[in-house]
């Protein structure tokens, strides 16, 4: 009788983390949403090196909605990362923090072959990852 309580307890422990396993694995499987810029001036083909919305309100609104559509799996809603990737609100200001996020949102990260964060360039215009920069900004911590 002690072993089947045994038996029946590992059971359900297999069962419960069959069934939390789809959770845990769908968090890397998830598809970019697209993100309407009407309202934001065009950028052109050509890659701007500094922000060109810093403090525009309407691009602080649809950084904020494209941020929780794209990046808040990983990073965390309000850019308050839970720790699976970093919390966003730290990015230095200005120029600087353009330096880092701007390469990192067009290429993603991998390092020794795994992917730390997929690349956004050709899946968001480079209208909607400044605009998502230009709302960081807004949520910016020291």
């Known amino acids: 009788m002690k072993h089947s309580f045994r038996y029946l307890g590992a059971a359900v422990a297999a069962l419960f983390i069959g069934m939390q396993a789809p959770a845990v694995f769908a968090h890397g499987d998830v598809v970019p949403q697209a993100v309407d810029t009407t309202g934001l001036k065009n950028l052109g083909a050509d890659w701007q090196v500094a922000n060109p919305y810093r403090k525009d309100k309407t691009a602080i609104r649809i950084g904020d909605s494209a941020f929780n559509q794209n990046c808040a799996r990983c990073h965390g809603l309000g850019a308050v990362s839970g720790?699976?990737?970093?919390?966003?609100?730290?990015?230095?200001?200005?120029?600087?923090?353009?330096?880092?996020?701007?390469?990192?949102?067009?290429?993603?990260?991998?390092?020794?072959?795994?992917?730390?964060?997929?690349?956004?360039?050709?899946?968001?215009?480079?209208?909607?990852?400044?605009?998502?920069?230009?709302?960081?900004e807004s949520v910016h911590e020291d």
């Open 83 to 136: 720790g699976i990737a970093p919390d966003l609100r730290f990015l230095p200001l200005g120029d600087e923090g353009d330096e880092v996020f701007l390469p990192r949102i067009r290429r993603g990260s991998v390092r020794d072959g795994r992917v730390y964060m997929p690349p956004f360039e050709g899946t968001l215009s480079q209208e909607a990852m400044w605009a998502i920069r230009t709302w960081l």
